[in-house]
């Protein structure tokens, strides 16, 4: 028999947001594998439970190493469970060789669901959440994070980016450059925290914001690139965008202008589609509109 490799999510900042079975396996488990160990013992104690079997460090500088000793105690019939410092293991943490390593070899994986700083923010950041890309950390030298954020230029789903305080600015400032200042993103700072923050405009503007240093876990949500393929949006399209600028907070007005602009049509033609679609919706909801011939 062989056991099972268990990622856990863990809070992102408020320990209530632990989910309960995390206890249960964290007591249960054979091998809790933590990134942090230290963190995992504020954990444990926040959470008032006894990890029942033996810990032991999985991070960034040991993973390739430990991994194969971890596959094997699978293998054996262990129960492991993998917790990292923050979120789910394997999203911009370490995981995803142990998970291939299990696959591999036929073990099963599952998972305890929890917080993630990628999908809070994406509800809080006002921008389209239908379609959506995981870009993780941008590159550190100027001249990479340059590519890589040129490989999305065209990128139509909403972005989502892991940034640390103190390269703020500069991934700000070169998004702004590539994607173009007026660019609509969220900065969201300390998700789930006392100092919870959420910061809403177009790039330009946050780039000079974040010059005056910002602190906290970072997370950035940036607006998908227009089409640019000959194609025109509808007028259903138009409407749906103005009405997710309205819902940010934006006055029609303003928002018709930008739609506009981001489409490349006259302001005439979204304001029309904005009518056309407040039009339709009451028709939508009224009595016997969905109701077929009797």
Sequence with gaps: ??????????????????????????????????????????????LE??????????????????????????????????????????????????????VERGIAVTAVPGPSAVLT????????????????????KGGERQARLQEAADERRTLVYFESPHRLEAALTAMAEVFGPGRRAAVCRELTKTYEEVRRGPLGELAEWAAAGVRGEITVVVEGAAREDGRQLDAAELAGRVAVREEAGERRKEAIAAVAKDAGVPKREVFDAVVAAKKVAPAATSPGASGGAS
């Design 49 to 102: 439970v006894r990890p029942g079997g033996r810990i032991v460090s999985y991070f960034e500088g040991n993973e390739a190493a430990r991994t194969p000793e971890l596959a094997d105690a699978l293998a054996d019939g262990a129960r492991v469970l993998l917790v990292t410092d923050a979120g789910m293991p394997s999203v911009s943490d370490p995981g995803y060789r142990l998970v291939a390593a299990a």
């Design 121 to 140: 923010a994406l509800a809080l950041s006002g921008l389209p959440v239908d379609r959506f890309c995981f870009e993780g950390f941008l590159p550190r």
């Design 1 to 46: 028999m062989t056991g099972t490799l268990v990622l856990a999510g863990t809070p992102i900042g408020d320990v209530a947001d632990a989910p309960p079975r995390l206890a249960r396996e964290i007591a249960a488990a054979d091998i809790v594998a933590a990134e942090d160990t230290r963190r995992l013992r504020r954990l444990t104690q926040a």
